[in-house]
């Protein structure tokens, strides 16, 4: 498949993970950026991909283009200052995800979390989909190049070790299904920095990373042992006691749309499935 010098560069950048955040540098993405700041529907509207329909999540909730360009052209956008969080190749597209601080015309501020993955098609570039999380609670990061799933981690080894660890302290084991590729894995991280959700984890759980790897195939032993329903999406959670028997493994994607969750409810999970006290 043929492509510009541009979609040549920056597809070197991804090849191997994320890009570095910062200023935009994705072509497709600045003429996305001038539309909406422009008001032009019609030129919007052509950035989306008809064949197959692009699909949009927004705010968790799935629905359709026009949900998407209503929210960025229902009121007029007087300033959209787009920060880059980064950019990897997957499926054969291009996905890339920012920050977004909007300025409306009519005065109000908002924040936005957007991740659009872009597909060549004949010379011209479209979007196949959208997530996109306005004003979100938790906080974003910044990059995405934190190691939170070292490829060189033992799954394994680190959750015996969890548990022994677990049964002396009277704990339970928290496995956190996902990878460095996933966006909500690293808004998962953040937040279990919190220092409300931090206490709960320190007092009742030892936490084990699985690493999912590039192609969600790693480690799929685990997953099936602990019934991880890879197909609701990443980041995923079980509850382990400490001689391994499964507590509880979200069956409905509870935690992967991570970006758009409260810390109330990521508490309310922990505080429900914490041991009982002595």
Known sequence: ????????????????????????????LVQWRAAVLAGDSAALQALYSTNPAAMVYANGVRGDVAIDQSFWLGAKQKSLNITMIGSQVRHDQ?????????QRSDGKSLTVT????????????RIVSVIRTDGPVLRQPSSINKDIYPASADAHADLADAERKAAERHKRV????GANW????????????????????????DVVHVDLGPDSKKNADLVEQY????????PAIAVVESDGRLVVSQKNGEFENA????????????????PASR
Not at 9 to 18: E, I, P, Q, T
Not at 114 to 125: A, E, H, K, L, V
Not at 259 to 274: D, H, I, S, V, Y
Request: charged share 15%.
């Open 227 to 234: 019934q991880i329903p890879l197909d609701k999406g990443v």
């Open 94 to 102: 291009q996905q890339v995800i920012f920050s977004a601080a909007v």
């Open 1 to 28: 498949m043929t492509r510009s010098a541009i979609a040549l560069l920056w597809f070197g950048l991804a090849v191997s993970g994320w890009a570095q955040q910062g200023t935009v540098s994705f072509e497709p």
């Open 114 to 125: 957007d991740q659009q993955s872009w597909q060549r098609q004949g010379d011209d570039w």
């Open 182 to 205: 996933c966006f909500d894995c690293h808004v998962l991280d953040l937040a279990f920095q919190r220092p409300d959700l931090a206490a709960v984890l320190a007092s009742s759980y």
């Open 259 to 274: 970006r758009g969750m409260t810390p109330e409810a990521m508490l309310a999970f922990l505080n429900q499935w914490k």
């Open 174 to 177: 928290l496995l956190v299904f």
